[in-house]
Every structure is written in C-alpha cells, then in structure tokens.
C-alpha cells in the first residue's frame, strides 16, 4: 500500500470529525457510504446500521446542543486490501456548553475503528465503532 493511499484514508477519517465539529453536515453526510454500521458503546443502544442521513442527524441534534466540540483523532493505524480499509486511531472528544463553568464540560477518550470501502476513488466510511476507555463530565448535556 502507497503512502498516499494511506493519506487518502486517514483523511477520510479525519473529515468525519471535522465536518461534524464545524457543523458541515452536508460535508459529513458525505464522509459515509448510504448505509453504515455503527457501534457505540457510550450511550448509545448498541450496533446498529442506519441511513447516513439518519446517522448525521442524530449527530446534530446531539453535538448541536454544545457550544462547541473538538474531536482530536491520532494515531492512525491504516490496514488496506484493495478497495476496503480498516483505519483504528484514539480520539479525545470535547464538548463545551455556551458557558464555561462547572458541569458544561464532557471529554470521552476511547477507540476508534473506521471501516472504509473506496467508491469512484473515492473513501467512504461504512461502518465505525467507538469504544470509550474513559469520560469526565457531566454526560447529561447529551440528550437521552
């Protein structure tokens, strides 16, 4: 696998956590194939496939509730075979309510693995698991 290809991929999975902290919705949308597979172990139901304009609009409605969020995503491990690739990195997720005071604070850090499937040369995201290793905060700025 080319240096570039692994660029490519690990872009793709960086875009996803860009768009959705610059609330670039279209743009996330975009990041995922049309139907993805999604495992979340911090509060969410558990795995799940779902539409990716359903996907991203829970996204919304949730980050959309915090003034602010940054999700940091390193240390990329990238597995390619073909036109499939398997990029697992660590992510620190910061979520800030409108006022910076006790309680309007959440930081998760955890895991990452992005499945990816390449379309008209493009990368695609089809499926993402996240696992929390840790949070501090208040969680109950999440809607439930």
Same mark, same amino acid.
């Given at each position: =696998?080319?240096?570039?290809?692994?660029?490519?991929?690990?872009?793709?999975?960086?875009?996803? !956590?860009?768009?959705?902290? @610059?609330? *670039?919705? /279209?743009?996330?949308?975009?990041?995922? &194939?049309?139907?993805?597979?999604?495992?979340?172990?911090?509060?969410? +139901? %558990?795995?799940?496939?779902?539409?990716?304009?359903?996907?991203? /609009?829970?996204? +919304?409605?949730?980050? %959309?509730?915090?003034? /602010? &969020?940054?999700? =940091?995503? &390193? @240390?990329?491990?990238?597995?390619? !075979?073909? *036109?499939?690739?398997?990029?697992? #990195?660590?992510?620190?997720?910061?979520?800030?309510? #409108?006022?910076?005071?006790?309680? @309007?604070?959440?930081? #998760?850090? %955890?895991?990452? +693995?992005?499945?990816?499937?390449?379309?008209?040369?493009?990368?695609?995201? /089809?499926?993402?698991?996240?696992?929390?290793?840790? !949070?501090?905060? @208040?969680?109950?700025?999440?809607?439930?």
């Amino acid at each position: =696998m080319s240096d570039a290809v692994v660029q490519e991929i690990v872009d793709a999975v960086n875009a996803v !956590a860009r768009t959705a902290d @610059n609330r *670039d919705w /279209a743009g996330c949308r975009a990041c995922f &194939t049309p139907r993805v597979e999604v495992d979340h172990d911090a509060g969410s +139901e %558990g795995p799940a496939i779902l539409d990716s304009g359903a996907l991203v /609009a829970l996204w +919304e409605e949730a980050l %959309g509730r915090f003034a /602010a &969020t940054l999700h =940091m995503v &390193t @240390n990329h491990q990238v597995e390619v !075979a073909e *036109d499939r690739a398997t990029c697992r #990195s660590c992510v620190l997720g910061v979520h800030t309510a #409108s006022e910076t005071r006790a309680g @309007n604070l959440y930081l #998760s850090f %955890g895991t990452y +693995e992005h499945r990816l499937v390449r379309i008209a040369g493009a990368w695609k995201v /089809a499926g993402v698991v996240y696992r929390q290793v840790y !949070a501090l905060g @208040n969680s109950g700025l999440f809607p439930h």
